[in-house]
């Protein structure tokens, strides 16, 4: 049996006053940004994620099973 693969990249960037989801308070503060890709067994996409919250608090848990 082929097992599903999945990449998964984590970054810290700060936020831009231009940014459509940024407020003119957070602009310069880091947000953790989590962007996810998971591929069935074919290796086709069969999830796409992008997760962002402010890098201070910001906590993600992933188990795979």
């Given at each position: 049996m ?6 998964q ?10 940014s ?16 996810r ?11 796409y994620r992008?997760?962002r ?13």
């Open positions: 082929n097992a599903g693969a999945l990449t990249s984590t970054k810290v960037i700060t936020t831009l006053q231009s459509a989801t940024a407020k003119p308070s957070e602009e310069g503060k880091p947000v953790a940004v989590i962007e890709v998971a591929l069935g067994y074919d290796r086709q996409p069969i999830e992008l997760s919250g402010a890098a201070d608090t910001f906590r993600y848990q992933i188990d795979i099973f």
